[in-house]
């Protein structure tokens, strides 16, 4: 058991992003320079990499849709946690929500913003309940949707 922990521990390290559900530090890939004028191509991507904190790095793996020519994550789509501004990240985007996100190897630099206008918010919400195919009683009443846009 000593073993797997400690070879989990040094790709972890060695991968710098993160792996699977444990969070990374900054992310490596090509940076895109221009703004996304269509996010089609995240069609084809289950998960994707948010950073957080530029100051101090912090990364996660993450869902991901587009609704309306914009690009939506979220909190926990599946029995979220009871306060989602408990999660780390989004603490981070709270207090700054200059972010990258890595989509294959291609790096955007984004901010994303908490999305509070209603219509906007579940039409997001019914989309990445969609593509992840979410069971209605699985579903978290709790979740909180945020906007990519571009900086």
């Known amino acids: 058991m000593r073993t797997i922990i400690l070879l989990l521990a040094a790709l972890l390290l060695a991968a710098c ?6 969070p990374g530090g900054e992310l490596s890939g ?3 320079r221009e703004p996304v004028s269509d996010w089609s191509f995240l069609d084809a991507h289950e998960t994707v990499q948010l950073e957080t904190r ?10 991901i849709a587009r609704h ?19 999660r780390a990240w989004v603490q981070h985007v709270g207090e700054n929500p200059r972010v ?17 206008d209603p219509g906007e ?14 069971d209605p009683g699985e579903r978290s009443n709790r979740a909180w949707i945020f906007r990519l846009d571009a900086r």
């Open 17 to 22: 992003g993160p792996l699977g559900p444990f």
């Open 68 to 86: 309306g020519g914009r690009a939506y994550i979220s909190t926990s789509l599946i029995l979220g946690e009871e306060n989602p501004a408990e």
């Open 100 to 116: 990258r996100l890595r989509v294959g190897r291609t790096l955007y630099e984004l901010r994303a913003l908490r999305v509070l």
């Open 54 to 63: 530029p100051d101090d790095p912090y990364s996660l793996n993450i869902w």
């Open 30 to 32: 090509e940076l895109e």
């Open 121 to 134: 918010a579940a039409a997001a919400l019914e989309t990445l309940l969609a593509k992840y195919e979410v």
